[in-house]
């Protein structure tokens, strides 16, 4: 955001709610199995800590994909709220791509559109694209999307019938300007506070919110390509209003505003999710006003609690957008804020007992220094081992692919080598761009019997690539270059210690 020139008002706005802004063909009806040719997959091995997601076969995953998509927004609740690009494009995932993750956008007006009725019809539909990732080898993310709190305020999320605006006047639409000085009017402001902070202390509508997610849970528990539900996206508003939000400003900035009220309501989503799923993961957000400077997480991390029988299944899952590049300014060599934010976010997620993912980041190419951007939050998230959805997968603006598909020069930079599924704790890994070499660094586990994972893009390796496992070179290295999936058996390699691999392109002398 244009946060220097901006008066303070107009600067919290852009912090707290930068958001970037039916399917056929299913797949076969078992649904016992998580992972291609493993039908035993079924969730009984734990991860091995609470820093990695694993999936049903156990292997910790890193997630990176992409939203789908921000067109399904909509302009109204009766629009369908589905994406609007051509499905068989998305085949450029794993062709492309390699990529295991796509967070899902849905939406509490779609999903319950009058009160306690529940749209089975838009279910149905959101099941069709789950099958299609299911095929595919993707994990999904659904995510219960809002931007200015629902439709008939401005954009997104809530059903009409929940939009309590407290007596204030709808202003209508302006020409020009940002989407999110709409947050301003005092009706999305009162809006927001009928929900978080009810004049009479009446949940109904936070229980009803949360009676969306439990059902939306209970449809997609069992299904194998979901691993988990995003409680809300960006969050605003549940300190208080405008006003309030702009008096814990200095707090915030120094890690010492704690915001109970989103604390107790992200709880309560973990909570309605594991009435219907035991196992999946829930992904919860800070206020996007932290994401955004960044400061330190307002989430009271040590209070966050996973009531599930075992080790707690959560991931801190706030967004990344440097604030220059968001708003098409280019990325400043000062710019500190991809270090300050992989300086503050591991560790909260530490303390939280949960995994690292940002399911938003991204930004319209042809900036300068975009590529620069690009590279720099790839790098610090391989040193990280953080998992990322990029924003978002729409053709044209700031996604990967051009309107007729092609690569865009964002989707060129997001071209990589990285885990996919590792059969054992990740250590480390990483990718070299100019040397075109990856490392990985796992220890094996022997309750893990399903392969290690590898997305290698066959563009990136024209002549092709050399596999060295533990010091060997491993012969005919089983890569299929339609999902960009390098497999390696889960008992390969030598024995007694940990894995190394080591990938470079044909005759180079990285891999000894």
């Known amino acids: 955001m244009r946060t220097r020139p901006l008066g303070p008002i107009l600067v919290v706005l852009a912090l707290v709610l930068a958001a970037c802004g039916g399917a056929d063909d299913a797949a076969p009806d078992d649904r016992t199995s ?35 998509e921000s067109a399904s927004k909509g302009d109204r609740q009766g629009d369908d709220h589905l994406p609007e690009s051509d499905p068989a494009l998305q085949e450029l995932f794993g062709s492309e791509w390699g990529w295991n993750n796509v967070r899902f956008l849905v939406f509490w007006g779609a999903i319950e559109p009058e009160p306690d009725v529940y749209d089975e019809a838009y279910l149905d539909e959101v099941e069709g694209w789950m099958d299609r990732y299911e095929a595919a080898g993707i994990h999904v993310v659904l995510d219960l999307h809002q931007d200015l709190y629902g439709w008939s305020v401005g954009f997104d999320g809530a059903p009409d019938w929940a939009v309590d605006t407290q007596g204030h006047p709808i202003a209508p ?45 209970e449809r997609f528990a069992d299904h194998p390509a979901v691993i988990g539900y995003d409680v809300m996206n960006e969050p605003a508003f549940a300190n208080g209003d405008l006003d309030a939000t702009l008096a814990i ?59 599930r029988d075992g080790d707690p299944r959560i991931v801190y ?11 098409g300014e280019g990325y400043p060599e000062s710019s500190t804020y991809v270090e300050e934010w992989f300086d503050l976010r591991p560790a909260e997620a530490r303390t939280m007992s949960a995994a690292l ?59 990589r080598v990285q885990p996919r599924a590792v059969a054992g704790t990740p250590l480390s890994f990483g990718w070299d761009p100019d040397a075109a070499t990856f490392r990985l660094v796992w220890t094996p586990r022997d309750e893990v019997t399903a392969p290690t994972e590898i997305a290698v893009p066959a563009a990136l390796f024209p002549d092709g690539f050399t596999v ?4 060997d070179e491993v012969a005919d290295p089983d890569h299929d270059p339609a999902t960009s999936t390098l497999r390696i058996p889960a008992d390969a390699g030598s024995t007694g210690g940990d894995h190394e691999l080591c990938l470079a392109p044909t005759g180079s002398t990285a891999c000894p």
């Open 249 to 307: 400003a200095g707090q915030a900035a120094v890690g010492e505003f704690h915001n109970d009220n989103l604390t107790d309501f992200m709880n309560r989503g973990i909570a309605t999710v594991r009435e219907a799923s035991p196992d999946q993961y829930v992904f919860v957000e800070p206020t996007s006003l932290v994401n955004y400077f960044p400061y330190p997480g307002d989430l009271i991390e040590d209070d966050i609690v996973d009531p």
């Open 173 to 217: 639409p302006q020409d020009g300007g940002a989407w999110w000085l709409r947050g301003a009017d005092p009706a999305v402001q009162a809006a927001y506070q009928s929900f978080w902070n009810p004049a009479d202390g009446d949940t109904y509508l936070q229980d009803h919110y949360l009676g969306a997610l439990g059902h939306l849970a």
């Open 468 to 471: 060295v496992l533990d010091g």
């Open 317 to 327: 899952a706030g967004h990344l957008y440097e604030p220059t590049v968001h708003e």
């Open 34 to 68: 998580a992972a291609p040719g493993d039908a035993d997959c079924d969730w009984s091995i734990e991860a091995p800590s609470t820093d990695f997601v694993v999936d049903r076969c156990g292997r910790a995953l890193i997630l990176r994909g992409v939203n789908v």
């Open 357 to 415: 993912w940002f399911g938003e980041w991204g930004g319209a190419p042809g900036q300068d220094r975009m590529d620069g951007y690009l590279t720099d939050v790839l790098g610090a998230a391989d040193r990280t081992m953080s998992g990322w959805a990029y924003w978002s997968w729409d053709p044209g603006g700031w996604s990967p692919i051009d309107e007729d598909g092609t690569l865009s020069p964002n989707g060129e930079v997001l071209r």
